[in-house]
C-alpha cells in the first residue's frame, strides 16, 4: 500500500515521466531477481548510466524512500504476526519468557533457582552512538506517524473513516518526499544524546516498568511464593537496567569534555524527572478517593496533612494531597537538578528529595494505603508502574560508561609523574617498571597533581572530566556513572593508570594505617574496565587479568565491587584484525580462559560485550548471540552495546521493544541456567580442537588478503564509498583514528559499513570457506569424519550454529555480480582482478563449505521469513547500487574539489542512506 501512495506522490510532485522512469527501473529490477538467467543485469545497468544528474537524483530518491517505507510495513507485518501468533495460542518463540521457562523446566531447573538467579542478575543493553546512523530524526518522526497511521487501518473502520486515514497518509508520504534525508552540518554530541533520549520516551519509560510486572507475574503464576517460601524479584532488586556510552565515551572523540558529561546526565535527569513530575499530576487526576468513602493508613493522613493544598475542594481527598506535595518536592528537586522551566509550576514550594529512595518512600505510603483500603486494582493503574519506574531509572535515568584509549592514560600520567619529579619518561620505561611505580604510586598517599604547577591542555581536560564524574555520583547517585572502560588494553599498567587517575580526582576512597603508612581499606569509585579488543589482546587477557588480581590492593578493590569485575570484549576490532570466524573462535575462547581464571579466585566475571550491528562486529539476533555464549559465562551477569541505527530498528516501536527487553532477559536466564547436555559435554573438546585447527587456517587467509596484500588499501578505498561516507554528517567522530588510508587506523564500524554497501560484506564471512576446505583436504583419509564432525558442531553446538546462522543471512545478502561493479571503479586493474578474483573465489569456497556442514544449498533455509522480507527488499536495493555506481564513477572522475558537482555528491550520500536502511544490520 505505501509503495502504491508513494507512485502516487511521485507523479503528483515529479510528473508521469519521472514515475514512468523510477517504475521502469523497480520492474527491470524485479525481473533480474525473479530470472537472472533470463534478464540480464546489464540492463539495469544501461538504464541508470546515461541519466542525467536531476534525473539520477530523483531515481536516487525513490528507491531510499521505497527503502524507508518498506522497513514500516515490515515492522507492522511482524506486530500482527506477532499478535495473531498469541491470539491462536501458538508455541511461544526462542526469544520470549514462557518459551524460556518451559525449557528450564524442561531440563529440571526448579522455580527457586530461577528466582534466585534473577534476583542476582544484572543485565544492561548500552545505547551507543557511531557513526553510521544514517536517519535525522525529522524523518524519523515521519515516519512514525505513517506507522501510527498504517496501525489504524487494522481497525474496525468506516468507509468514511478509512478514506480519511488514507488520505492522511498520503499526506504524510507527501511530507516524507518533500523532506530533506540529509544533514547538512555533523551531528554533535549533543544531537546523539537528544537522538538516544527519544528512544526513552517512546518505549523504555513505561516498556521496562511493565516488562518487570509481566515477568513477576508469569514467574509468580508458575513458582508461588507460598510454595517456596521465595517471592520473585521485581524492580526493587532492579536486574534490568540502561545504560549509555553517548556523552562519555571520549575514545577518538575529541568533542566528548567534561562539559559534555555533564551536559548528558543534566539532560538524563530533565528527561526522568519530567517523566515523574507528568505522573505524579496524572496521580492527582486519577485518585480524587474520598476518606468519607474509605478510609486511608496513618501515613498517609500525615502526608496529606504536611500539604501546602488548603482548597476546601479536596480537604476529603488525601490522596490528592499528599500528591501535591510530592509534586512539590519533585520540582525542588528538578530545580536542584538544574531545570527551569515547568509546564505546571507547585503550589507552593518543597523540599528536595535527598535521593530517589526518598521519593520512592513516600510513593510507598501511596501505595500501601491504596492496597489495604481502596484495592490493589487501583493501584496498578499507573502508581505501581511509576513506583518502578523510580527503582529502575532513579533521578540519573541511565548509568553513563566512561571510556577512553589506554594511550592517552599514558600520556596523562606521564606528564603527571615528570611536573611531580617522580619519573621523566614514564612512557618509555619497561612494562615491569610501569607496573611496580604505578603500585608504588597507589599505595602513596600524596598525590601526583599540584594545583600551582602547569600542564598541558590535554592533561589538564583528563582530570578535568575524571574531577566532573565525581561530581555527577554526587549530584546524581553512585549508579549514574559506575564504569570507566579502558580502550586498547595491551597491558597490566593500562588497568593500574585508571585507578591512579582515580587517585588523582578524588574517585579512589582511601584509609592510611599512621604508624605504618599502608592502607588498610580502599575503594574505587569506578570499576576499571578493560576493553580486549584484537586477536592478540583477547589471547593476553587471561594472563593480564591474573596479574591484577595477584595484587593485593586490586584484589581489594574488587572485593569492594561485591567481588565482582566486569571484562569487555570487542567484536569489531577483533574482526578488523583477524576476519570472522577467528575473531568469533578468541573471543569464545578469551571467554572460556577468563571465566576458568575468575572461578579459581573466587570471583565473579561479568561479560560487556562490545556487539555493533553487523555480523562482522559481533551482530546478528541477540537472543541467538547471547545463549551461544560459552557454557557457564553468563551466570545472570551481562551487558551489551545497542549501536547505531539498530536502536531505531529496535526500540522505536514500543511493542517491539518490549520485546527485544524480554528476549535479552530470558536469554539471559536460559544462557545462566541450562545444564549442558552430556553429549554435548563429551563432544565440547573434539568441536573446540576443530575450531582452533580451523581458526589458524581462516587468520592466515583473511591476513593474507587485507593485511598482506600490496595495494589492497587502495583497492578498498576505490571499490567501497569510504571517502564519501568520511564525509557525511552522519556521526560526531571522524571514520578513522589516524588521517591516512591504513586499514589498522581506520575505525571498525566506517569499515563494515563499506563493505555492506557495495553488497560484499567481507567482514560477515571471508576466510570461512578456505578454512573448511583446506582442513577437510589435509587428511583425505579422514574427510568423512571430520565433515561429521562438522556436521555435529552444527546440530549440537550453539557457538558454532549461531555463527553459521549469522553468515548464512551475511551471504544471503551478498551480491557478487553488484560487487563486480563496484570492483571496476578500481584503476589499477592488476589490483583489481586480484583482489576481486580472491574474494570471489573465497565466495565459492565458502558456499560450498556451507553445503557441506549444513546441507542447505540456498540462503536461509532455515529462515523462510527473512528470505521472503529479502527476496521482496533486494529489487528496491539494486536500484541503489546501480546509482551509487555511477554517481561515484562520475564524482571521482571530476578529480579535483573545484570540478566536484554537489549534487552528484549528495546523490551519492542518498543512496549510502538507501542502502543502509535496505540492509538495516548494516553499521
Known sequence: MLGYILGDVLRDREGKEVFRLVENIRQTAVKI?????????????????????????????????????????????????????????????????????????????????????????????????????????????????????????????????????????????AALWQTRM?????????????????????????????????????????????????????????????????????DGNLNVDAETMLHALKRHSHLVLNFYLEEVHELGIELPLSSMLNPVSPELQTLADASTDTSHHRVDEPYRRALTAIYARLVATARKMGMTHF?????????????????????????????????????????????????????????????????????????????????????????????????????????????????????????KIMHAARTIRQQYGERAIRQYIISHTETLSDILEVYLLQKESGLLSMTWDEETGNWIDAEANLMAVPLFETIPDLKRAPDIMEAAMSIPLVRHFIEKQGNLQEVMLGYSDSNKDGGYLTSNWELYRAEQRLIRLFNQHSVKLRFFHGRGGTVGR????????????????????????????????????????????????????????????????RLLGHFESAMMELSDIAYKAYRALVYDTPGFHDYFFESTPISEIASLNIGSRPASRRPNKRIEDLRAIPWSFSWGQCRVLLPGWFGFGTAVMTWLEQNNEKRGEKIALLQSMYGEWPFFSAMLSNMDMVLSKMDLDIAARYAQLVTNATLRDRVFGTIRAEHARTLSAFEIITGEKERLANNPTLARVLRDRMPYIDPLNYMQIELLRRHRKAGTPEDTDARTVRGIHLSINGIASGMRNTG
Request: glycine letters at 6%; proline letters at 6%.
Open 33 to 173: 531477481r525473479r530470472n537472472p538467467g533470463r534478464h540480464s543485469s546489464d540492463t539495469l545497468h544501461n538504464l541508470v548510466k546515461d541519466l542525467s544528474r536531476n534525473q539520477a537524483i530523483l531515481v536516487v530518491r525513490a528507491f531510499l524512500y521505497f527503502s524507508h517505507l518498506s522497513n514500516i510495513a515490515i515492522d507492522k507485518h511482524d506486530n500482527l504476526r506477532y499478535r495473531a501468533a498469541r491470539m491462536a495460542e501458538v508455541p511461544f518463540p526462542p526469544g520470549s519468557l514462557i518459551y524460556t521457562l518451559n525449557r528450564l523446566d524442561s531440563a529440571g531447573v526448579s522455580g527457586e533457582t530461577i528466582k534466585k538467579c534473577l534476583r542476582d542478575s544484572y543485565i544492561v543493553p548500552v545505547l551507543t552512538a557511531h557513526p553510521t546512523e544514517v536517519q535525522r530524526r525529522s524523518t524519523f518522526e515521519n515516519e512514525r506517524q505513517i506507522a501510527a497511521l498504517l496501525a489504524k487501518l487494522d481497525s474496525n473502520l468506516t468507509p468514511k473513516e478509512h478514506r480519511r486515514i488514507t488520505g492522511m497518509l498520503h499526506g504524510r508520504v
Open 182 to 250: 540529509l544533514r547538512y552540518t555533523r551531528l554533535s554530541v549533543e544531537d546523539e544524546i537528544n537522538n538516544a533520549l527519544l528512544f526513552y520516551r517512546l518505549t523504555f519509560l513505561r516498556e521496562l516498568p511493565e516488562l518487570y510486572r509481566s515477568i513477576k507475574e508469569e514467574i509468580e503464576e508458575r513458582y508461588p511464593p507460598e510454595q517456596d517460601g521465595i517471592p520473585v524479584p521485581c524492580s526493587d532488586t532492579p536486574y534490568l537496567q540502561m545504560g549509555s556510552w553517548i556523552g562519555g565515551d571520549r
Open 343 to 463: 509546564e505546571r509550576p507547585e503550589i507552593a514550594r518543597g523540599i528536595p528529595y535527598r535521593n530517589s529512595r526518598d521519593f520512592a518512600a513516600e510513593l510507598d505510603i501511596l501505595i500501601d494505603s491504596l492496597n489495604r483500603n481502596a484495592g490493589e486494582r487501583v493501584t496498578g493503574i499507573r502508581i505501581a508502574p511509576l513506583r518502578r519506574a523510580v527503582d529502575i531509572f532513579g533521578f540519573h535515568l541511565s548509568t553513563l560508561d566512561m571510556r577512553q584509549s589506554s594511550d592517552v592514560h599514558e600520556q596523562t600520567l606521564a606528564e603527571l609523574l615528570a611536573v611531580a619529579h617522580v619519573e621523566p619518561h614514564y612512557a618509555a620505561l619497561p612494562e615491569e617498571e610501569k607496573v611496580a611505580l604505578l603500585v608504588a604510586e597507589l599505595n602513596h598517599p600524596r598525590l601526583l597533581f599540584s594545583p600551582f604547577a602547569t600542564y598541558s591542555a590535554e592533561t589538564t581536560a583528563e582530570l
Open 618 to 681: 559481533g551482530g546478528g539476533p541477540t537472543y541467538d548471540a547471547i545463549v551461544a555464549q560459552p557454557h557457564g559465562t553468563v551466570n545472570g551477569q551481562i551487558r551489551l552495546t545497542e549501536q547505531g541505527e539498530m536502536i531505531g530498528f529496535k526500540y522505536s516501536h514500543p511493542d517491539i521493544g518490549g520485546r527485544n527487553l524480554e528476549l535479552i532477559v530470558a536469554a539471559t536466564l536460559e544462557a545462566s541456567l541450562i545444564p549442558l547436555k552430556q553429549v554435548h559435554s
